[in-house]
């Protein structure tokens, strides 16, 4: 449930508009910079259609000539786009064209048929391949441009040339560039965003 504006005593339940804006903005440019699909803030979509419904019945209560009317339709059409383009890339990152869906179709038909031929000259116990390895699985390791919003501990960033993993701590406020693996956990709860 949100408010329009935040109460003294701020109630856990409620968060003002300006608060499930912001976290629909952050979760719209993590879902455009991730390399994988993030949990969905729907909930937060959802209170904020809710509020949009609430300002257009407000706009319609006020007197024709209001100048309040085009700059309050502004910022609802403002609203509309971010929440637009974020279901936008949610349904882009989960579903493909029908062009896109036949180029991964024959993909992977002809891998199998490339598999297949190789797995035929293996002894019979070994020429069996799972679909699961044959998935291709988003790059975890790219890397990504953050910003911390707010102090992060026990970020663990991998050192290959020592095969080891060297421990960081990002500051509120500070923006790195580090591999999107190191900081997955982060961005889905909330506490890094992606640039």
């Known amino acids: 449930m949100i408010e329009s504006e935040p109460a003294e005593n701020e109630d ?3 968060l003002s508009v300006q608060k499930v804006l912001e976290t629909i903005k952050t979760a719209w440019r993590n879902e455009k910079l991730s390399p994988e699909i ?4 729907m909930e937060y979509v959802d209170c904020m259609l809710e509020q949009i419904k609430q300002m257009e019945d407000n706009i319609e209560k006020l007197r024709k000539d209001d100048i309040r009317i085009e700059i309050h339709r502004m ?23 029908a062009d896109e869906m036949k180029y991964a179709r024959d993909y992977l038909k002809s891998v199998d ?14 020429r069996t391949l799972e679909d699961k390895n044959k998935l291709i699985k988003p790059d975890l390791n790219s890397y990504v441009f953050l910003r ?12 290959m040339s020592e095969n080891k993993e060297d421990e ?15 900081i997955a956990e982060s961005v889905k709860n909330g506490d890094v965003e992606l640039m």
Do not use: C, M, W
């Open 38 to 41: 993030l949990p969905n803030k």
């Open 12 to 14: 856990e339940n409620y």
């Open 168 to 182: 960081f701590v990002l500051d509120e406020g500070s923006q790195h560039i580090l591999p999107y693996e190191s």
């Open 113 to 126: 048929n490339h598999f297949n031929k190789y797995l035929n000259l293996l002894p019979p116990n070994l």
């Open 148 to 159: 911390a919003g707010k102090d992060v501990p026990n970020v663990y960033i991998k050192d």
């Open 75 to 97: 910022e609802i059409e403002r609203i509309r786009y971010v929440i637009t383009s974020y279901l936008r890339i949610r349904t882009e990152n989960a579903f493909l064209s």
